[in-house]
């Protein structure tokens, strides 16, 4: 079964620091890849997707991620952390002719000022 | 517009009860999914709809589960007899088109739980 593992459970960074949030998953054929986001209170909401082409994926609020096929990894990057960017992140790929994700654990970020 | 929006949004219930979860999705929006996330951990896939059909349904865990969509817009995902371990966040998702990696907008969840 296909599966998706991000090594970082819990990210403490401070402000301006960089940050990169690993990313692999298991599955050897076509891939479909995201990363949500879960800021306090809210719902998850998409921070972006690859689906083909450049391999480098920008995102919304200066994220961006990097899809490795040779690595099976997507991980997530920003050059200087916020503290608005406080939340927790979660990787996930679709499963084969489907369209269901399949999430990682998530990885939660805090940002201190 | 709208978002997902998800009823109710807490569930407190005692073991053995049957609850019924409720997803009015994004007008217009073809798929609708249904997650549980368990603390600690990344949602976990249940079922799917393309319109009033369910497509997949490898994720619901045993056969107290069960969803619908008669219409093809509100759908209820059933859980009969619960048990401690069904709590959790049951979150609904809906996509425009039924396309393999369209993006799946969420709702805020239901938190469940089971006394």
Redesign the interface.
């Known amino acids: 079964a296909q599966s ?1 593992s ?1 090594h970082n459970h819990h990210v403490i960074l401070s402000e301006a620091a960089s940050l990169e949030l690993g990313c692999n998953y298991s599955y050897g054929g076509t891939v ?1 890849l995201f990363w ?1 986001v879960q800021y306090p209170g809210q ?4 921070l972006l ?1 690859y ?1 083909s082409g450049d391999p480098l994926v920008k995102g919304i609020k200066g994220f961006e991620a990097e899809f490795i096929k040779s690595k099976f990894s997507f991980n997530l990057r920003k050059p200087s952390v916020q503290w608005s960017d406080t939340a927790e992140y ?1 990787c ?1 790929v ?1 499963e084969g ?10 990885t939660r970020l805090q940002v201190f000022p | 517009g709208a978002g997902v929006s998800q009823s109710p949004r807490y569930k407190v219930t005692k073991r053995g009860q049957d609850v019924a979860l409720r997803c009015d999705p994004i007008s217009g929006h073809v798929s609708l999914y249904w997650y549980r996330q368990a603390l600690g951990q990344g949602p976990e896939f249940l079922t799917y709809f393309n319109y009033e059909a369910q497509q997949d349904k490898s994720g619901l865990p045993n056969d107290r589960f069960s969803a619908e969509r008669p219409e093809g817009s509100i759908s209820t995902l059933t859980i009969q007899r619960t048990e401690q371990r069904d709590s959790a966040m049951y979150r609904c998702a809906s996509s425009l088109e039924a396309s393999r990696g369209d993006e799946q907008y969420f709702g805020p969840g239901t938190r469940l739980t089971v006394t």
């Open positions: 998706v991000q479909n949500y719902h998850l909401q998409l997707k689906f979660f996930a679709n002719k489907t369209d269901k994700l399949i999430f990682g654990t998530g």
